[in-house]
């Protein structure tokens, strides 16, 4: 048979006349059948190739489905006729793959037995993509002036899309390469941080719901950490193969210890529970030995108020914890081989307990104790009282529940702050502990009290002080004096807001700006201290107050306070106010690691910032001097 070319009509029209159709081009078969034959060399006219519509079903499939075609051109075909209209419907394939390709990271959040309306979910997924760079661009012309973005999540919250289109659409602006569109990857970390932690809350109240019997403290663990760590790719199921895979060394070393005990081969759907105490101290060996000699975790004793030793998924990381970390770890551990170890909420130092009597036993010497943290050292009563140096009640060797050490954790987190500066990731992780904590003690007087001091100090969110307060107060009438005291500021605050005329603007043209010499955006190196950092803000003399100027000894500056001063980000992420007689410009620049630099910069231009439409408004005319000054600065240099 002769071969022959099929030609597919384009998706804009219908299948043209026959006179319109191209010409096939002749196969050497048709030429060596015309020379031959007895049509006194007439060639056979080629057959007309097939229209769209004419296709086999699989085939028609296939082109549609090929990854030539748009939305747009499905969605043109389907108006064609009724045989491309059944091809593209709103279910079939067509849609799905158009869904697929366009958002392959949302397809995991569909079951593949269900019917689903692709072509609406496509509309949706762009409805709300296009909602999401809307309120995005919104946050920098609302929120510029408040150090942390708070009463604008109310938009998010009642959108009628799924939560998984906006995460989507905001991770997709989060992955935009270039230097380009800082303020809009400040602002959508910002808002996906935001809703992130919401989801957490949920899955935590969910958690706290379950009989106390299936309230696994590991997965307790990681909802805190996933909270506190919202944007890190932290999962349950993940976190449970890495302790899976430990648990498979200790049942390798116990099998070479003894290749018949029954945590070796555990019988598959039944939870392993081993009752001799002996068998049970075979198993403890085996997991100290793994633990602690071959995998060579321990609790980290020179950086221990560091937050990440809190976190399960860095301490399986680094193997490195704290007591009540490392206690959570090794109880999951044990109990997947059969050990059922109880944690106790001992003070100042979490322990676990193995019981050598009755079980369930209320006496506390039926118990041995065992320190995680010291590599899984084995405690007498008297021992624990050793280890923190004074003698405690019975109260504190009983059982703990899942909530207790949740939390202790969480306890534990704004404990710490206190050992940090006063920086905005200490700020951040002491909101966070405070909104776990309050999520499952809502009524604690003493952690909403913190709370509404927390936003009070930043100067953030006032009407949410006074909404905490107004609940201390129905709570506690006894906080009636610190109440009120709050109360009268927090009012003050926002009649001061109120009155705000607008921003600054402040001009380098201006008489009393005239000793000013560098401008936003400028890359600048501090003579003194070395670091690098940029511009985002100038005073043209010290604005500080007497006791700051006297703590940082400016008077012993040359020109002491009486020169500009300008506002930078520097490159440890530390936000300073720097004498102009310290700072240089920096002839090597380069991008300055600050996790802020996208509230007030748009964009790196390789040797200088530029400031966002918020930044400009405040200082109009910066932007062009910083770029004459890169220019001159450059020309001098070569």
Not at 23 to 30: L, P
Not at 152 to 176: A, R, V
Request: charged share 25%; proline share 5%.
């Amino acid at each position: 048979m002769a071969a022959r070319r099929v030609a597919v009509c384009p998706p804009q029209a219908a299948a043209p006349e026959k006179k319109d159709l191209p010409v096939a081009e002749e196969t050497e078969e048709e030429e060596e059948a015309g020379g031959k034959g007895g049509g006194g060399g007439r060639r056979r006219p080629p057959e007309p190739p097939p229209a769209l519509t004419e296709l086999p079903g699989e085939l028609l499939e296939l082109i549609l489905c090929c990854g030539v075609l748009r939305a747009a051109d499905v969605g043109r075909l389907a108006c064609t006729c009724r045989r491309l209209r059944d091809a593209c419907q709103p279910r079939g394939k067509a849609w799905r793959e158009q869904f697929r390709r366009r958002w392959p990271s949302l397809i995991k959040h569909y079951n593949q037995a269900d019917t689903v309306n692709w072509l609406e979910e496509y509309k949706e997924r762009h409805k709300a993509g296009v909602e999401a760079r809307r309120i995005v661009a919104s946050f920098s012309e609302r929120f510029f002036s408040e150090h942390v973005p708070c009463d604008g999540f109310s938009d998010i919250e009642t959108l009628g899309c799924p939560s998984h289109f906006f995460e989507d659409e905001l991770m997709s602006i989060l992955n935009m390469e270039g230097r380009k569109g800082l303020t809009w990857k400040y602002y959508a970390k910002k808002i996906l941080y935001f809703l992130r932690q919401q989801n957490i809350l949920k899955k935590l109240k969910a958690y706290l719901q379950l009989p106390l019997d299936e309230q696994s403290l590991l997965e307790g663990a990681v909802l805190i950490d996933q909270y506190c760590n919202p944007l890190s790719d932290i999962c349950l199921e993940t976190v449970w193969t890495q302790v899976g895979d430990i648990v498979a060394k200790v049942r390798k070393y116990l099998k070479s210890k003894n290749s018949r005990h029954p945590s070796v081969t555990p019988k598959a759907g039944e939870d392993l529970i081993i009752s001799q105490v002996e068998l049970q101290r075979q198993v403890l060996d085996a997991m100290n030995f793994v633990l602690y000699e071959q995998l060579k975790y321990k609790g980290n004793e020179v950086d221990y108020y560091n937050s990440l030793n809190s976190y399960i998924r860095q301490v399986l990381i680094h193997r490195t914890g704290i007591p009540i970390s490392l206690s959570v770890l090794y109880l999951t551990i044990a109990r997947q081989l059969g050990v059922q170890l109880e944690p106790v909420n001992f003070p100042s130092h979490f322990l676990l307990r193995w019981c050598q009597g009755t079980e369930g036993s209320t006496n506390i010497f039926d118990y041995v104790y065992i320190d995680a943290f010291g590599k899984g050292k084995q405690l007498t009563v008297k021992e624990c009282e050793y280890l923190i140096g004074h003698h405690v009640t019975e109260e504190f060797y009983g059982l703990a529940t899942a909530k207790e050490v949740l939390q202790r954790m969480i306890g534990r987190e704004v404990l710490i702050t206190r050992h940090w500066e006063s920086t905005d990731q200490s700020y951040q992780l002491l909101r966070d502990s405070l909104d776990l904590y309050l999520a499952m003690y809502p009524d604690n007087v003493q952690h909403l009290m913190l709370q509404a001091r927390l936003y009070f100090h930043l100067g953030i969110w006032p009407e949410k002080v006074l909404d905490i307060l107004q609940n201390i107060q129905a709570l506690d009438p006894s906080q009636h004096g610190a109440v009120g005291y709050l109360v009268q500021h927090t009012l003050e605050h926002i009649e001061r807001r109120k009155e705000e005329a607008g921003p600054e603007v402040k001009l380098h043209s201006e008489e009393k700006h005239k000793g000013v010499c560098y401008s936003v955006g400028l890359i600048m190196k501090h003579k003194r201290y070395g670091y690098n950092c940029v511009i985002y803000g100038w005073d043209p003399s010290c604005m500080m107050g007497h006791e700051w100027i006297r703590n940082m000894n400016v008077h012993s500056l040359p020109h002491g306070p009486n020169q500009p001063f300008y506002n930078v980000l520097a490159e440890d992420g530390s936000c300073r106010y720097a004498a102009q007689e310290n700072l240089e410009y920096n002839l090597e620049p380069n991008e300055i690691p600050h996790p802020d630099i996208g509230r007030y910069f748009m964009e790196f231009a390789g040797t200088h910032y530029i400031a966002n439409k918020e930044l400009q408004i405040r200082y109009p005319e910066d932007t062009a001097l910083t770029r004459q000054t890169v220019q001159k600065a450059y020309e001098k240099s070569e």
